[in-house]
């Protein structure tokens, strides 16, 4: 695919290579909290391609803006497309909600004990 980088929350299923990644990574879940930082909020959750999910502690997790490259778009149905609606409503009123917050700096991926940026 590499085509531009679409809207956020693309379709689980989708495959994209991170910043200064060399690995990629498939979409497999949305606003993930990271267990060490119950605050910090990711916007997708990610198993390495094409290995999958080999062990529940290897959830790597990531913001849109730290996608630099979609090499396949997941199923984007009827379906997909409603959820996108209201995860994104959900995302809003939540954002409203803690607009009080101080403001945190773009977080790098939570890196699992396997490095996904090493071959």
């Given at each position: ?5 679409r ?7 989708s495959?994209?290579l ?8 498939m ?59 209201k ?11 803690s607009?009080?917050?101080a403001?945190t700096a ?14």
């Amino acid at each position: 695919m590499n085509g531009p980088i679409r809207e956020k929350y693309l379709p689980v299923g989708s495959v994209v290579l991170l910043k200064n990644g060399t690995k990629r990574v498939m979409i497999n879940g949305f606003c993930t909290m990271d267990a060490s930082n119950p605050d910090r909020v990711f916007d997708y959750s990610g198993v390495l391609f094409p290995e999958g999910s080999l062990s529940s502690d290897q959830t790597l997790l990531f913001d849109h803006n730290q996608i630099v490259r979609v090499d396949h778009l997941g199923l984007d149905d009827e379906e997909e497309k409603s959820f996108k609606i209201k995860l994104k409503e959900i995302v809003a009123a939540s954002e409203q909600g803690s607009a009080a917050a101080a403001p945190t700096a773009p977080a790098q991926p939570a890196v699992p004990p396997v490095n996904p940026f090493q071959s």
